[in-house]
């Protein structure tokens, strides 16, 4: 089964609003990111928290991390059609070794 | 400071022609992860490589597809006899010599199309 699978896969929204993704694990991890990805272009991180940390502030964004129920969530506030993207989280597993494992991704429609 | 760069940014071949795949990390970044993307997915793993070292290659198929990262040039993944199932995009990301599953750098990637 596939590591970080982020619900829901997608959202649509009205400009304002607050957007919430969440992202669920399988196995124990050393840190878990989120990053973005505009249409046709490359990820972009947005947010590094670390096992030992559950709660991180970036500007408009909010993540958490439930170690216990192996999940994680990223917020966006006040949402604004430039967020329109999709969203991943990747994990830092700590048996896989050198690589990030992402998921297949939240998109996230912000309507102006 | 340039980003990752990827070349070429669009890659049509035909089914068993060779495809090439060109990254060049951030300066100063001495790590090189190679993932692909098909529509609507999220990134599969396919390589990590250090120079001259490949690192971790789990996610490459068995056949067809090597990659590498020399001491001076770009890193190049390469695959020969290209099939159609092979279309997809591919990222290169990198990160510096103590960030290895930190902060991931991507191009723009690679999109190959096999006809």
């Known amino acids: 089964s596939q590591q970080g699978e982020e619900d829901p896969q997608a959202l649509s929204i009205q400009e304002g609003e607050n957007a919430t993704m969440n992202c669920s694990y399988k196995?124990?991890?050393?840190?878990l990111q989120w990053y973005r990805q505009n249409s046709g272009r490359g990820l972009v991180h947005l947010i590094l928290i670390r096992s030992n940390e559950r709660e991180k502030h970036s500007g408009r964004l909010r993540v958490t991390l439930d170690t216990s129920k192996k999940s994680s969530s990223l917020l966006i506030t006040a949402s604004r059609a430039a967020d329109t993207a999709s969203y991943f989280c990747a994990t830092d597993l700590e048996a896989a070794g050198n690589k990030l494992t992402f998921g297949g991704g939240t998109r996230v429609l912000v309507k102006p | 400071n340039a980003g990752v760069m990827q070349n070429p940014r669009h890659l049509v071949r035909r089914r068993g022609q060779e495809a090439r795949l060109r990254c060049s990390p951030m300066?100063?970044?001495?790590?090189v992860y190679w993932y692909r993307q098909l529509p609507e997915e999220g990134l599969k793993f396919m390589v990590y490589?250090?120079?001259?070292?490949?690192?971790?290659e789990s996610g490459m198929p068995k056949e067809r597809f090597s990659a590498e990262f020399p001491k001076e040039g770009p890193s190049i993944l390469r695959i020969q006899q290209v099939v159609r199932g092979d279309s997809a995009a591919y990222f290169c990301a990198s990160s510096p010599p103590n960030g290895a599953n930190e902060k991931l750098f991507f191009g723009s990637g690679t999109q190959l199309s096999v006809l």
């Open positions: 490589l250090q120079k001259e070292n490949i690192i971790d």
């Open positions: 300066k100063g970044h001495s790590h």
């Open positions: 196995t124990s991890i050393n840190n």
